[in-house]
């Protein structure tokens, strides 16, 4: 047993970061996200090779797997990086194996989303309906990059679901109204389809829909890792320059106290999150409770801490111009996204057999 | 990032596995519960470990240990949890006195001291805290004073653990070369030296397990200098890293426990007759401690790991008991409140099984004020870790 990202993993997360750092400084993030436009960031991810990391040759990807996905979404949340494309894209792709033209659009910018509502875990949204003639009829609130996705792949079957079938989104019938989050570094759009034509996807759906439910799980609680890294490093260094009394309000013991307790959440959750991603992709027989684990714990912590860290800034924290809430609404949505805890946590119970 | 069992580890397990399975049957049991009794129960234990060769797992071969490696220690911990063995009553010499010699004691030091530790056959103490120094520890006042050929001490002790059991102690006193961290010497104090008076201390259960411990005019000789004269606070730093690594290694192991409540909770119903388990506050809360007790794994496991490839202790290590301590203390709650009135009877009004979770609650807040309470590891934390700045 060995609980150490590899030599690859970390020049990885090195390399990756350094990138953020010099593409996606804070002042250019805050202007895509006033824009309402991601597509500058997005074409530049693509563009600079990061697309296909952690998704499998055989996919069309280039290697790694969920450690590498997570360590992406950290990263690009520590950087508050417009992430909607990525992530829905890498939750859908798997359904596209088979279809290597469509997974090399899927990774050259053409967004592939599962219709599903962004609140709920991906395998147990509801699915819509497809008649004889493989036209699918039906609605999803809320769908992650909704409001920009080139195709989506969508749960079809009366009683459940019984397949996957991929829809265009410019396809007729096809009527998209996008909502604004809090969070502007990610998008949700409400999707209706009125008889639209489809194409049947061969994969085993409830296969990769419990995939994609565990992977979203570990991806958006590595997300609000990165969130919860961030509210801290502000915290304690705000609280360095912050002179009240005549002394740097980080020397009170209160404040030390506050912080202490996120670097806990912190160093917890990088310890199960990371391992998380490395039980699900080795398939371990708990892969599914570790995930809705590190989703439930993760994600509860990181908003503790986004609200712990606005105490300690104090007003200045409150306010638009500071980066803070940046960090903070991103923690809130990932706290929600793909299942709250308390969703996951009836998931555990059922694993458990507590009956 | 692979936490199942590779080979050798996984031969280990099976070894320790069936070892436990054919040696646990011959001890006398019941364990007693009272600590005088417990005493010559472990001791035949521990010599059953020593004897099979798991006595010492990480120490090293020429003081009579293993020479193993941190996972294994972990795996022969959960293993013995599984299976119920014993509890350890000579946590100080293995995890704290032991390891501290084996790194900083002279050679005579090590050969006197260290094989008895692992036999059983001496206890060990540790007279670090005094009644006006818990958390300032640098502050303390017990004072050595150079003697022909030695020390005398003079000084009181307090919340010192089996000292009533102890053979040996570790011992912080004032040596006078510097102010606070500077004139501090670490010494090895036999316990039955004259001058050495043990007091006990009931707890808040009611039981004996701490002492005060009075030392007047205790003479020791200079050979039970640890480290440099003047020089202790650097020893007693590193005794107190060797804890920090025994908890990780599973001080108390947060599956099993969880696991247990489990196995409880099916067999038991709501008053309206219905399946505990199907009451979702069971549920939810069964959830949250089963995904924590996951996360002390994966952080303990980390620990293992930072230490098996011999990195200094990273910010993990320190924020460990942080993460363990209330999770030990909810754990033991919340399997009392499944008990008629909470479990909140008398240790010996109650039936065992009870009386085990009501000892671990109380326990558990112990070990959040021993070895640096939950306060003060929250500034230590914030100040050498955040560098946040000192008050």
Redesign the interface.
Known sequence: MQWKLSEEQEAYQKTFRGWLADVAPSDRVRRWLDAGDASAFESRFIADGWAGVGLTEKLGGQGGGLVELALTAEELARAAAPSASWLATVLAVTALAGHPKLVEAALAGETVSLLVPAEAVPDRAPSLSVDAEGMVTGTAARVLAGDIATRFVVPVGAGGVRELRLVEAAAPGVSRTARRLLDRSRSVADVTLHQVPSVRLDVDAVDVLWQASAMAAVLVAADSLGATERVLDLAVEYSKQRHQFGFPIGSFQAVKHAAAAILVSVEAARSVVYFAAASVDGGAPQALLHAAAVKAQVTADGVRGADSALTIHGAIGYTWEHDLHLFFKRAKLDERLFGAPVVWNERIAEGLALI | ??????PD?AQFRHDVRTWLHNSLPKLPWPEPADLGAKAPFWRQWQRMLFDAGYAGLTWPKEYGGQGLDE?MRAIFTEECDHAGAPERLNTIGEDFAGPTIAHFGTEAQKARYLRPILTGEEIWCQLFSEPDSGSDLASLRTKATKADGGWRIQGQKIWTSRAQLAAHAILLARTGGGERHKGITYFLLPMDSDGVTVRPLAHMLGEAEFNEVFLDEVFVSDDAVVGEVDGGWKVAMATLAFERVAIATGRVNTTKAIEDI?AD??TRKSADGS????D?H???K???L???A??HR??S??V??GAE?DELPG??TS?GK??FCPLVEELADFRLSLEPLGGQFALDDERAEAQRWLRLANQSRGTAIAGGST?I???I???R???????
């Open positions: 990032m692979d936490l199942s069992d590779d580890e996972r489990i909770i099916r399946p505990l388990g199907a979702p069971v549920r939810q069964v959830a949250d089963w995904g924590r996951l996360v994966t952080i496991q980390r293992i790991s490839s910010p993990v924020i942080l993460y306060f590891q929250r500034n934390v914030a100040e870790i955040l560098g946040m700045p000192r008050s």
